[in-house]
């Protein structure tokens, strides 16, 4: 008899239902961040549990996941809501909750994501990939800093990594890096929805201080389809991040992922709040 | 007696309440686009009743709106939510719903909506403000085409018109006008969230062919606080949005909004759907 251990990410995706509508999951240490789950785990949760709901029609075209308080180690309900069936497009809300210290469930987590049916029509790209060095010629990354869903990343950066010296002298807030999950997984719409969040606050590049940060809200919308991922596989990922504006406590921040092919797999936003 | 017409924006985002955290609007022809109201004027309202809510900390950081299905001439309620309260930010969900042809209700639109108490800190704009002529450089467009919405803004485009040719020679998806409310109004979060939406759409001006397309999925990041709003009162807006990626009838936009001073206000991203 042969046993497999699951990769870490199936681990994290894995959900029961007991109700309709009604999913449970549970956090794991695989995936921690500092105070709580890594964010991209829990949005590709969040995205996983309007998969498996037996009424889906369609692939994901986006996601936004509003993340309201810590997740704290432990078991989490999704009430997942199809609010909306038309033609091509399904809307649906996504509510995480957990049982807070009076025993209470409070929400942790909220999500709305669009799923539709697409054909192929008339298609052109405005933002190519930018011309980087490949995969093979940029070295790894060490871990930087001790969280440990860091572990769960090949990340090969190019530009912008992590500074080294805390001392104020940014001046830029684009990281681009190689990217894909370790150990290497064929990509689907939970994996490339987890690597949106990957990039470190923007704060701790353009200042070179590193300041408590946290996403506040993250939207995703997904370019490719299914095909395209499969033919994706297990290839890196280029993904390029840039904040567009700092201002008393909260920045945004812009992101691309294209494939090795240069083909845009997703676009990415995020409101980040950061302390002085 | 004297009596005074209200402002048609006030007029759009009149609401009533009847119970704890319903209230009901009703659509107005002022800012009726082709099948429907005009987005923005939606996001606006759904933003307006959070803003009114009894509950309300803190001022709007982050807006995403669903439109599930085209919302009819006629009555809506809408049902807002404060799902949890934080120390400095507060989450909220807003459903919209209105009867169908067989009078059940039906969700319309969906939002979600982050509040939150800023502060100064540490800040700086990694996007400044392009160098374009003054408002009074760039001549008034005319409307382009019938909806009467475009008529509630007085609109100045820099680059990137309405084409006048449809003649598939397209070959940018960047526009950029300078833009206020018709008649002139003191600049709120409500009408600030109604311009993130006042491009036509992008797909329109790349391939210079007019074909069906409408606004899926929006976010909007405000970065300006109200006391920025009311600095900036009656003047214009620079408002520039181009798309990333047309993909198999869905393509995405980011935007930024500036005041004529340069300082960044929002930051906006979409997913719309185009027809062959």
Redesign the interface.
Known sequence: MTTTTPHPLNHALALTSSAPDLYQGHTTPDYWNMVGPYGGITAATLLQAVLQHPLLLGEP??L?V?F??AVAEGPFTLQVTP??T?R??Q?W?V?AEQADASGAQ???T?A?V?T?A??????????PMPAVPTPAQCAQAQRAFRSEWLQRYEMRPVTGPLPTQWDDSGHT?LTQLWLRDAPARALDFPALAAMCDVFFPRVWL??ARRVPAGT??I?M?F???AALLEHTGTGYLLAQA?????????F?Q?A?LWNEAGQ?LA?S?Q?V????
């Open positions: 075209l986006s936004t509003n309201a308080a609010v909306r038309n091509s497009t809307h809300l509510v409070a929400v942790t909220t709305s669009v539709a697409r054909r192929e029509t008339w298609s052109v790209s405005d933002t807030s353009r200042r506040v809200s939207t919308y370019h490719a389809g840039r904040a567009q504006e700092f201002r008393n406590g909260y945004d812009s691309q845009m676009t936003h409101i709040y950061y302390k002085e």
